[in-house]
């Protein structure tokens, strides 16, 4: 049963888990965007040989909904290390949800699955563009595009790998 000395605390803790939960329900929105999106330029580029270079878009949007569903990631993790670390003393017994929550061991397969579908899609489209212009159904300033394309997944799993299990400021 919470104090008057405990109302303080439970209001933020109510706060950020409000908080929580609308940052894992924007990830699971760019999720479905990331799996429709690549799932219609696929389909696109499939339905005829000279649609191939809309796949020079999917890079772009996986670049862009990756980082965010990632920055979601992080500050998910910082709002329940701070619930942890800082509110849960201050109200014993009523806020150890996130100190005593069970560690799935499956957990991080999930976490990996969810973080491939980014990166992958980058990285298909791209190999589906390289083999296209290989049989000369990509004009030219689509291998620049490509190589574009190419960066820019490169430099998006380099910069997510380096801040992985980094804390946030």
Known sequence: ???????????????????????????QALLSLQVAG???????????RHNVTALLTLPLFSLVFGAQWYDH??????IGNYIRDDLGPRVPGLLDWESTKPKTRGQWVGVLAT?????????????????AGAQGHVPAWAIVGWSVALMATTVMQ???????GRPRA
Request: glycine letters at 2%.
């Open 158 to 164: 380099i910069v997510i790998w380096c801040f992985v």
């Open 38 to 48: 690549s799932t219609a330029l696929t389909s696109v580029a499939l339905a005829n």
């Open 73 to 78: 990631r992080l500050a998910i993790r910082s």
């Open 1 to 27: 049963m919470s104090t008057p000395v405990h109302e303080g605390p439970l209001e933020v803790f109510k706060a950020l888990r409000a908080e929580i939960d609308r940052r894992s329900n924007q990830q």
């Open 115 to 131: 973080y491939a579908a980014f990166p992958v899609a980058s990285i298909a489209a791209v190999i589906a563009l390289v083999v």
